[in-house]
């Protein structure tokens, strides 16, 4: 029984159960499984903010498209509604190649023979079209290069594509649940990826030269076109069913997560929405904090949400611990108790 905490509820007022889901299996939430309701239908609207931080230039850029629809017009096949698409690009070695992908890859994406009835193709393809665009170009500088992290809604379904280290973060009734990988040298499946490939990780480097396994761009790292690389352009995904229990997303560049734990993000911003329900307050809010804790990055924030209303109190039932309490359950109340607080 060791590692286990015994609880006791005492007439809680509604049936709870704890869920842990999402690739960040050290957090559990409370759920409440009377309040999802199967019509659920999300609605979007988000708040971003950027700052240029300690850094002499700024080499992030994002998108924020709340409404396909209306963003896209009559120019486009008919598409499921309602659809938002999001993004965040992390630029090194100047801004050619960052600009470029922000400007393109919404485009590349719905031009793409795959859209609409295979998302997951068509966006792999257009990260390796901005990529191969970069190769081709006389225009821009082949040697810059850009991560990239995209989020694309329609309905209920949220698909996250990376390519890099910028992260996207899921807020679950005051749990976070991160929807990519951090693409880090020394991360174990890309280091591993990386060496199957000819590469080699120097000090966190792939190659001794770039902190990222996976971007868009760094030609000089790739080198002539249809080579093998262990650098790549190409994606992972991630795709999560959307419900009443999901109530925003976080996506920022490392700069942010560099000095902030996506627990304490989720945390921050649920509270700010319960006080003014503005996810660009929330944004600002975060970048703030980044700032505060002496980020050595510029920073990207982009926070959505999917109703209209603020988030709830989250009802936790009286207890009394008859064991001392596990990891476990200290990040279960720790979570509830941010949020109410």
Known sequence: MDGFVVVVVEKPDRSWSAVGAGLDSGTLSLISPADIRPTFLPVFRSGSCANIGPKSYMEDEHVCIDSLIEHLGMRTPAIPAPG??????????????????????????????????????AIRSAFVKADHAIADSHSLDRNSGTTALTALIFGRTLLVANAGDCRAVLGKRGRAVELSKDHKPNCKSEKLRIENLGGIVFDGYLNGQLSVARAIGDWHVKGSKGSISPLTPEPEFQEVRLTEEDEFLIIGCDGLWDVMTSQCAVSMVRKELMAHNDPERCSRELVQEALRRDTCDNLTAVVVCFSADPPPQIEIPRFRVRRSISMEGLHMLKGALDSNA
Request: include cysteine; hydrophobic fraction near 40%.
């Open 84 to 121: 938002a698409f999001y993004g965040v690009f992390d630029g090194h070695g100047g801004t050619d190649a960052v600009c470029f992908v922000r400007k393109n890859l919404l485009k590349f994406i719905i031009e793409d023979g795959h859209f609409p009835n295979s998302m997951e193709k």
